[in-house]
């Protein structure tokens, strides 16, 4: 579980926050809302770097390397079932994504891009009512390569720090939680947080299955608050917080081994041209 990140310095991680190349730096643009711009984008970068690759410099191979790593995050797209690497809810096409639970409302101009971008606000749905939303839109299979769930979210200042957790359904009803919930600040900014998947990183709070079980067999995912030791309902929570741009992600090595094989092409290609 990794703590919130602010967002004025992300990190490229898995297939969000992605990297546009502007005056030198790389900057942040969300590929699941912004597809057609990062599709041409990407190609732009790669094409105009293609000249300089065949001249043999190995500098211009770095923004060639990286728009196609984009141009794959943005193609590998989670339009719901399995649960495999890419976007999952981007919100930008004004409805809930399936996300229920509490109150959710898609909040136009909110987001962490400011005007024309969407996020989701949830709120508690009653004095009573579990600080909670989930989506059984993604269900079926956790694929091998995901590691973890990412997600946005803002909470208000003055709300109070809350400790978010993800928990995860199988259809026989068993859940497994996040062992160790994230701390989200109340600050009102933006930040990035991580849930893992793995079993090491999970407690099962409810039901007798396996973990194996869960891994083929997801019937939701939720993220809810849930303070202190893991528990199989939550609690309430005051306020309301905002979520954007949630995404599946591999581990760190899979973007790797995807950028050594770019590499070892381009090397190919180098010895051809010089023989």
């Known amino acids: 579980m990794s703590p919130g ?27 699941a809302r912004q597809k057609n711009w ?27 390397a990286a728009s196609l790593l984009i141009l794959v995050s943005c193609m590998t797209s989670n339009s719901f079932g399995d649960l495999v690497w890419g976007p999952i809810s981007n919100f930008q096409d004004g409805t809930v994504q399936g996300w229920a639970g509490g109150t959710v409302v898609n ?30 839109g993604v269900n ?3 694929h091998a390569a995901v590691t973890e769930i990412v997600s946005d979210i803002l909470r208000p200042p003055g709300e109070g720090s809350a400790e978010i957790r993800l928990v995860m359904f199988d259809t026989a009803g068993t859940r497994w939680t996040s062992t160790v919930a994230a701390n989200v600040i109340d600050n009102g ?10 079993e090491a990183d999970l407690t099962r709070v409810a039901g007798t299955g396996t973990y194996a079980a869960l ?51 381009a090397a190919g290609w180098r010895r051809q041209r010089a023989i």
Do not use: Q
């Open 189 to 198: 900014l933006w930040n990035r947080y991580s849930f893992s998947v793995l």
């Open 38 to 64: 990062c599709h041409a984008s990407a190609l732009r970068i790669m094409f105009a770097s293609l000249p300089d690759l065949r001249k043999g410099s190995s500098m211009r191979f770095i923004p060639a």
């Open 215 to 265: 891994s083929t067999s997801l019937e939701r995912i939720m993220f809810r608050y849930d303070p202190g030791i893991p528990t199989d309902s939550g609690l309430p929570l005051n306020g309301s917080m905002n979520f954007d741009n949630i995404a599946a992600v591999p581990e760190p090595s899979s973007a790797c081994l995807l950028a050594f094989g770019v590499l070892s092409m």
């Open 140 to 142: 079926g299979a956790i």
């Open 107 to 136: 909040v136009a101009n909110s987001g962490p891009l400011g005007a024309g971008d969407h996020s989701l606000r949830l709120s508690n749905g009653g004095v009573a009512s579990r600080f909670a939303m989930f989506n059984t």
């Open 5 to 31: 990140k602010p967002l004025e310095k992300p990190e490229l991680h898995g297939s969000g926050p992605v990297y546009r190349l502007e005056s030198g730096r790389f900057k942040p643009a969300v590929c």
